[in-house]
């Protein structure tokens, strides 16, 4: 199974790595986003393996949880797409494209 990622996933993995460096830990910020990905690496031979978005109740729209984040994604039947990664205490929304 084929995993891309938004725009927006992008963004706010290279945002965890800067908050981090703000906080004068960079290495955490490396670390986190290296756990994250290597998570997120799972879903190839494992795509329904997060859950379904509660926000959403959308079947095609889960999430997998690496405390203290969620990486949401839309699988289909070929592919998977990273949408975001957000601090699990935040109200999911997603932008339009």
Same mark, same amino acid.
């Given at each position: 199974m084929n995993?891309?990622?938004?725009?927006s996933?992008?963004?706010d993995?290279?945002?965890?790595k800067?908050? $981090?460096?703000?906080?004068? /830990?960079?290495?955490i910020g490396?670390?986190?986003?290296v756990? &994250?990905?290597?998570?997120?690496?799972?879903?190839?031979?494992h795509?329904?393996i997060?859950?379904i978005?509660?926000?959403?109740n959308?079947?095609?729209?889960r999430e997998?949880i $690496?405390?203290p984040?969620? /990486?949401v994604?839309?699988?289909d039947?070929?592919?998977?797409? &990273?949408i975001?990664?957000?601090?699990s205490?935040r109200?999911?929304?997603?932008?339009?494209k």
């Amino acid at each position: 199974m084929n995993i891309s990622f938004s725009k927006s996933a992008i963004e706010d993995l290279k945002g965890i790595k800067a908050y $981090y460096l703000e906080q004068g /830990v960079p290495q955490i910020g490396k670390d986190f986003v290296v756990a &994250i990905i290597e998570h997120i690496e799972t879903l190839t031979t494992h795509p329904d393996i997060g859950r379904i978005v509660p926000e959403f109740n959308d079947k095609l729209i889960r999430e997998l949880i $690496y405390p203290p984040f969620r /990486v949401v994604y839309l699988r289909d039947n070929k592919s998977i797409k &990273i949408i975001r990664v957000w601090r699990s205490e935040r109200l999911l929304t997603l932008a339009d494209k």
